[in-house]
């Protein structure tokens, strides 16, 4: 069983940073509660308001959990994330597995 890294990168509307980190803190909870899995949201420290929503996992199978809460759109707090993104279009996401 090979450890895993799994990313979700986009950029949130500067206005809105103070309610998106409040969503995220319920969003923490449902995942921890549905996949089993924490995870950290991380600021760019050169480009504010570029966030990254990162998963450090002991399994490569969660990150599939992971990815359908978050394709689950039925699930209101997921919808909401998008009202604070500057560009829904542009989200970046990446998995690593390890290597050594």
Not at 24 to 53: C, H, N, Q, W, Y
Request: a negative charge; proline letters at 3%.
């Amino acid at each position: 069983m090979s450890k895993a890294l799994f990313s979700v990168s986009y950029e949130i509307i500067p206005d809105k940073r103070d309610e998106y980190l409040e969503l995220m803190k319920e969003i923490k909870t449902l995942v921890k509660k549905a996949a089993g899995v924490d995870f950290t949201v991380f600021e760019d420290a050169e480009r504010p308001f570029l966030m990254s929503e990162v998963y450090y996992v002991e399994d490569k199978a969660k990150i599939t959990k992971i990815k359908e809460i978050q394709d689950n759109k039925t699930d209101s707090l997921f919808t909401r994330i998008d009202q604070f993104m500057l560009d829904p279009s542009q989200v970046i996401m990446r998995s690593f597995e390890e290597a050594v």
